[in-house]
Antibody, heavy 123, light 107 residues
């Protein structure tokens, strides 16, 4: 059974760049059967998709964050990572990594999630 | 972006009640609609995919229906472990977008 685990600094200062890593176990990230996504959730609010990456390195981002986001993949470590630049307090949220499977002709079904990691932006 | 709107935002119900949550898309998304359950402090869990398919391991009291722009999630007989927040999400086109959530509380 696949498991995903986020890791990150917990606290980042405004204007800095945050980096988070998702380690996948129980499935090969390079199998090519899934996309690997990042999703965030501010406290008490809803879910926002940030972006995704495929084993080949192909990535897609939400237009609202595209200018500040990079998602990368390290198949040798079975990990994928998120960097978000120029952070502000509005970026404070729980960040989840998730496996995105295909259903029909579309992907976008999040069938496995990490437990989430809280990132706080504060000086 | 496709906007997803859920109603109600919250509801109170008793164990054994039949509960229905509605999700509306801002444009047609065919059947590319998924439902998730999130309990406090936990990650969301996939319940229903492509509008009406039950994810493996999910109790059969959960069901989904709809196509185009209007969808529903039904819990046929609410159980104590079902008190949670439910989200719909479209998987028709990126950026994937979620509804704002419906919190199901104990009456």
């Amino acid at each position: 059974q696949v498991q995903l685990q986020e890791s990150g600094p917990g606290l980042v200062k405004p204007s800095q760049t945050l980096s988070l890593t998702c380690t996948v176990s129980g499935d090969s990230i390079s199998s090519g059967s899934y996309y690997w996504s990042w999703i965030r959730q501010p406290a008490g609010k809803g879910l926002e998709w940030i972006g995704r990456i495929y084993a080949s390195g192909t990535s897609n981002y939400s237009p609202s964050l595209k200018s500040r986001v990079t998602i990368s993949i390290d198949t040798s470590k079975n990990q994928f990572s998120l960097t978000l630049s120029s952070v502000t307090a509005a970026d404070t949220a729980v960040f989840y990594c998730a496996r995105e499977r295909r259903q029909g002709i579309h992907y976008g079904v999040f069938d496995s999630w990490g437990q989430g990691t809280l990132l706080t932006v504060s000086s | 972006d496709i906007q997803m709107t859920q109603s109600p935002s919250s509801l109170s119900a008793s164990v054994g009640d039949r509960v229905t949550i509605t999700c509306r898309a801002s444009q047609s998304i065919s059947s590319y609609l998924n439902w998730y359950q999130q309990k406090a402090g936990k990650a969301p869990k996939l319940l229903i995919y492509t509008a009406s398919s039950l994810q493996s391991g999910v109790p059969s009291r959960f069901s989904g229906s709809g196509s185009g722009t209007d969808f529903t999630l039904t819990i046929s007989s609410l159980q104590p472990e079902d008190f949670a927040t439910y989200y719909c999400q479209q998987s028709y086109s990126t950026p994937w977008t979620f509804g704002q959530g419906t919190k199901v509380e104990i009456k």
